[in-house]
T-cell receptor
Framework: ETGVTQSPTHLIKTRGQQVTLRCSSQ?????VSWYQQALGQGPQFIFQ???????GRGNFPPRFSGLQFPNYSSELNVNALELDDSALYLC????????????FGSGTRLTVV | GESVGLHLPTLSVQEGDNSIINCAYS??????FIWYKQESGKGPQFIID?????DKRQGQRVTVLLNKTVKHLSLQIAATQPGDSAVYFC????????????FGKGTKLTVNP
């Protein structure tokens, strides 16, 4: 059984640019969530996708958007990058309605300069 | 409001001692509470969870206690080992809707040999 994989592992972007992060869900999972983790902080919920549609969103502006594909993989897109977007971006997959936790990937470390 | 916090940002113990990590939460409507372990450069790893209708759950070397009266959650690690050194997060999970996780800031556990 494969876990959650994210790519790339590290990324450096310039303020104002756009970035796309990718995630492959754990086999058998149909829900993908994205979290932003600033240095020294706990992860903050960005949004969740189920059946290729957004299924809940945290307190993040519209320039944070996502996609879920039929194979349950997902993308996180961030437009007009700001310095404060520098963080570890975590993808987590789960099976909707299944009690218990999520399976997290190792994250993408985004640095905006 | 929704918030999950931790009492202590750091905890240092001797190898072989028992560790107790505490967490306070504010939303009495949460259905699940989950403890995660996060090692440097990795995503959060599920340790144990507990339903809101339980007050104690045991796993291998770990025990989670839930006190709903004072909205307090704790993680006990028996015979702490150097490999237990990591940041530990508690998280609330809301059933239904997006089932997002609300994380606290984390406690850094250091196990001294």
């Amino acid at each position: 059984e494969t876990g959650v994989t994210q790519s790339p592992t590290h990324l450096i972007k310039t303020r104002g640019q756009q970035v796309t992060l990718r995630c492959s869900s754990q086999s058998g999972h149909n829900t993908v969530s994205w979290y932003q983790q600033a240095l020294g902080q706990g992860p903050q919920f960005i949004f969740q996708y189920y059946r290729e549609e957004e299924n809940g969103r945290g307190n993040f502006p519209p320039r944070f958007s996502g996609l879920q594909f039929p194979n349950y993989s997902s993308e996180l897109n961030v437009n007009a990058l700001e310095l404060d977007d520098s963080a570890l971006y975590l993808c987590a997959s789960s099976l909707v309605g299944h009690t218990g936790g999520y399976t997290f990937g190792s994250g993408t470390r985004l640095t905006v300069v | 409001g929704e918030s999950v916090g931790l009492h202590l940002p750091t905890l240092s113990v001797q190898e072989g001692d028992n560790s107790i990590i505490n967490c306070a939460y504010s939303n009495s409507a949460s259905d699940y509470f989950i403890w995660y372990k996060q090692e440097s450069g990795k995503g959060p790893q599920f340790i144990i969870d507990i339903r809101s209708n339980m007050d104690k759950r045991q796993g291998q070397r770990v025990t989670v206690l839930l006190n709903k009266t004072v909205k307090h959650l704790s993680l006990q690690i028996a015979a702490t080992q150097p490999g237990d050194s990591a940041v530990y997060f508690c998280a609330e999970k809301f059933q239904g809707g997006s089932e997002k996780l609300v994380f606290g800031k984390g406690t850094k556990l250091t196990v001294n040999p």
